[in-house]
């Protein structure tokens, strides 16, 4: 099917471009000495320079999740704590990193533009805890059904 659809742009396109180069030409004829001159000029228009390309099919989602203290229980949430996402991607607009802080009831949110083979990694730094990190890929969150993160930081030893 996705053959199919493609074929007919295609064709579609070249019509078009066919139709366009008959529509430029007129029925003067260059007499000796004499000079045509062009009732329209095309200028092409340069693709503006970007290390991302604009062809990357995928969804804008939100990641979020909650930082716990301890354990994964109600009342052990832990608000102001930075949260750091780093996004690795070969086409995502959103690609790099991001951080955000824990608000209330420990919950915290990423905006992020995801395809299906991005790498995102999240990572918690907070002092008297070891670092926490989890890791999700694009399928993960596949038409935005990212899981709801659950951080939890455990004291250093």
Not at 84 to 97: D, F, H, N, R
Not at 113 to 138: A, R
Request: hydrophobic letters at 35%; one cysteine or more.
């Amino acid at each position: 099917m996705v053959r199919k659809c493609a074929s007919i742009l295609v064709a579609c396109l070249l019509l078009i471009s066919c139709i366009s180069t008959v529509d430029n030409q007129t029925d003067q004829t260059q007499q000796p000495g004499e000079s045509i001159t062009p009732t329209e000029t095309i200028t092409p228009a340069k693709p503006a320079a970007s290390a991302t390309p604009t062809y990357c099919v995928g969804w804008y989602c939100e990641i979020n999740g909650v930082v716990y203290l301890g354990s994964a229980d109600s009342g052990n949430e832990l608000e102001g704590v930075q949260v750091k996402l780093s996004q690795i991607s070969w086409c995502s607009p959103t690609a790099g990193e991001q951080e955000t802080q824990s608000g209330p009831n420990g919950t915290f949110a990423f905006e992020v533009y995801i395809h299906d083979t991005d790498s995102i990694n999240m990572q918690v730094d907070f002092e008297g805890y070891q670092t926490e990190k989890v890791n999700l890929g694009g399928f993960d969150c596949l038409f935005c059904s990212c899981p709801p993160v659950e951080i939890v930081l455990q004291a250093t030893e």
